[in-house]
């Protein structure tokens, strides 16, 4: 196997802790940068000397440093989560498919995001906003396990005075939570969703997408009119090592953002 | 004197589809009532004997757990219904409920609907079909919930990255 692509050089310029095991990097180039990414798409970070994994870029696009989100869960995941300002990381991408976000000119934008999920729909969000008078409404579910597990929590007010409508959900919280307790799909109805001129854009665990893709095509949504970013095990992020196959998809290249049409009945297959 | 017109209890989503002589049985049951947020409406093990439709607002249904504060199990908004513990035999609130924002609501009594659905067996069913539905969508979130997906993942025998 060949990997195409040697890793860009890149320097944390700062961390932020998201929650007690997220942390958002910004990243600039040491040398050559990586081409632009755009929002849905990620890039393959290496912790020197000890791995490399796929990680979702969570900023605004279009920028030259990276922001990349990061939830320590294993060895490479928690060292990256461990680096301070001045360290350097490499930097692979950016690969595959993005969220297109711009197609829903004229359209409601509706993301829906669960946990860590929330990271590459933020760099959509970023951009929508930026643009905002292309859309009509631009509404943000997010599904968290806890309030204090609500990664991005202390931007949701700068995205609604920005124009997004935002509400968020928790699977548990004690009394000083003022806000929804439940799943995500239930705020669809709250939500008020224009099915036919949606178009809605869900990142999570795989069973909160494919439960919150059945919920809005209850509403009469389309499937075309639904994107999923799947997750798979990326490793060489071109397409050569098949480790992310998804039925005829190489997640990689052909995602990981892909439209429920296609994945609704690879994710009917079991072990798939 | 109700106070509360078909039409607008022909907006609540739990109302669709009924036709005009069941929605003005119904509301001619029906009480519209308000709650400042931080109301607390009934407490757990209390007796259950209401139906609310709510208009507006949130309300929380919590459980206290000894030495921790309460623990909030749900909460419900426009177009939900609050109230289902009058169906089962022993007709206790399973849970406390909270308005945590100011609120609004269609109230019925439950010895009332029962009458009603008795009366009228059609209308009972599509009661009984409205609340069965509400009842299973609520126990598929917990099950949901109790999957804990936003949990970190347990590292697999090849190692998480």
Redesign the interface.
């Known amino acids: 196997m060949t990997i195409s692509q040697a890793p860009a050089s890149y320097r944390v310029i700062s961390r932020r802790d998201e929650t007690h ?1 997220t942390v958002t990097l910004t990243l600039t180039p040491a040398a050559d940068p990586i081409a632009n990414v755009r929002p849905g798409q990620f890039t393959m970070l290496y912790a020197f000397g000890i ?3 796929p990680i979702s870029v969570s900023g605004r696009p279009g920028q030259h440093d990276l922001a990349q989100t990061i ?1 320590a ?5 928690t060292a990256l989560c461990a680096m301070s300002a001045g360290q350097v990381v490499g930097v692979r991408g950016p690969f595959g498919t993005c969220w297109d976000e711009a197609d829903a000119a004229g359209r409601d934008l509706l993301l829906v995001a ?3 999920g929330l990271a590459p729909l933020r760099s959509a969000l970023l951009a929508a906003l930026s643009d905002r008078q292309r859309y009509r409404r631009v509404v943000v579910l997010i ?3 806890s309030p204090a ?1 609500l990664v991005f929590g202390g931007e949701i007010d700068a995205w609604e005075a920005s124009g997004a409508e935002v509400m968020v ?1 928790v ?13 995500v ?2 705020l669809i ?2 939500a008020a969703v224009d099915p036919p001129n949606t178009t809605a854009l869900i990142c ?2 795989e ?2 997408m494919r ?1 919150t893709a059945r919920s809005l095509l209850a509403t009469g949504m389309s499937a075309g009119n639904i994107r999923l970013s799947l997750e798979r095990n990326m490793q060489c992020g071109v397409a050569e090592c098949g480790h992310c196959q998804l039925g005829p998809l190489l997640l990689c290249r052909d995602g990981p953002v892909v439209s429920y049409q296609v994945a609704e009945p690879l994710l009917a297959i079991r072990e798939l | 004197m109700s106070g509360v017109r078909v039409s607008e209890l022909g907006q609540h989503a739990f109302a669709r589809g009924l036709t005009t002589g069941q929605l003005e049985a119904l509301a001619a049951l029906a009480v519209g009532v308000e709650w400042q947020a931080g109301c607390r409406l009934f407490e757990e093990g209390g007796s259950a004997a209401r139906l609310w439709l709510l208009r507006s607002g949130r309300v929380a249904l919590d459980l206290r757990v000894p030495g921790r504060e309460r623990i909030i199990v749900e909460t419900l908004g426009p177009g939900d219904e609050l109230g289902l513990s009058w169906l089962t035999p022993a007709a206790q609130w399973q849970f406390g409920a909270i308005a945590q924002l100011r609120a609004s609501a269609f109230e019925f009594s439950s010895t009332a609907l029962i009458d009603l659905c008795e009366a009228d067996h059609e209308l009972g069913y599509q009661l009984t079909r409205r609340l069965l539905v509400t009842a299973i969508a609520r126990l598929q979130a917990a099950r949901i919930r109790i999957l804990d997906l936003y949990a970190a993942p347990a590292s697999a025998a090849g190692g998480t990255p």
Request: net charge negative; glycine share 22%.
């Open positions: 095991d791995g490399e994994i939830r869960v294993g060895a490479v995941t669960g946990g860590i599904g968290a396990r597990e959900t699977d548990r919280a004690d009394a000083s939570w003022h806000g929804n307790v439940g799943v799909t239930q109805g709250r999570g665990p069973v909160m439960l």
